[in-house]
């Protein structure tokens, strides 16, 4: 498929609320980019990502909103943005892009320099984002911690055997979003088996929002 990348750039943004992430590193140890809350990690992260020449893939690991990807949550630090639209369409120009993080879906809308984009809708991460997210639509999810868990470890799974194919050249890009969702409806079925699981409808209700807010655009 001629698919392959010149440099594959992993960028984490790595907080307590993030750290589950951190085994993306194996699909790409030398490409793997821990950022801390610092100014200078920061800075860093995002200069070694600017000198990426084309065609790589590049993977933002972490929090975000409708108009950008956040830093690093930590203490006195707090939630900044670490890549807004202008610093994004710098950053991905020209590149094959994942973006990990809630409402990126959104924020690629204001994108126009990516070669190709995947972006997801309001990931629920947290019994803490379930619970602001009651406050705000009155609705509260019948999901518990070990719930969260699961579905945590089950998508990263899921991106994580869907770019090992892409890495490996068997797979393109374009039909990246096409194998996430694969894995996710494999994590479903298996859920809506386990009939002595009261809320097993709530939590493939997740794996529902998770796989049909996948957003991918390309030019």
């Not at 899921?158 to 096409?178: E, G, R």
Request: proline share 2%.
């Amino acid at each position: 498929m001629g698919n392959l990348y010149k440099k594959i750039a992993l960028i984490h943004a790595f907080d307590d609320s993030t750290a589950f992430l951190k085994d993306f590193n194996k699909l790409a140890p030398d490409g793997y980019i821990k950022v801390g809350p610092e100014t200078e990690s920061i800075e860093a992260a995002l200069k070694i990502v600017q000198g990426i020449e084309p065609s790589a893939l590049i993977v933002f690991l972490g929090h975000g909103y409708s108009s950008g990807l956040y830093c690093p949550d930590v203490g006195a630090f707090g939630k900044r943005v670490m890549v807004n639209d202008v610093v994004g369409n710098k950053l991905f120009s020209n590149h094959d892009v994942v973006l990990l993080s809630c409402n990126s879906g959104e924020f690629i809308k204001h994108l126009n320099t990516y070669r190709a984009v995947i972006g997801f809708g309001n990931i629920i991460s947290s019994l803490e984002e379930i619970s602001s997210e009651a406050e705000y639509s009155g609705q509260f999810r019948n999901v518990e911690k070990d719930d969260i868990d699961y579905f945590n470890r089950s998508y990263v799974e899921a991106i994580m055997k869907s770019i090992n194919l892409l890495i490996n050249d068997k797979i393109t890009f374009k039909t990246l979003p096409k194998w996430i969702a694969y894995f996710i409806n494999k994590q479903v079925n298996y859920i809506l088996r386990l009939k002595h699981k009261s809320n097993r409808m709530e939590v493939a209700k997740l794996f529902f929002e998770f796989r049909d807010e996948i957003i991918y655009k390309g030019f």
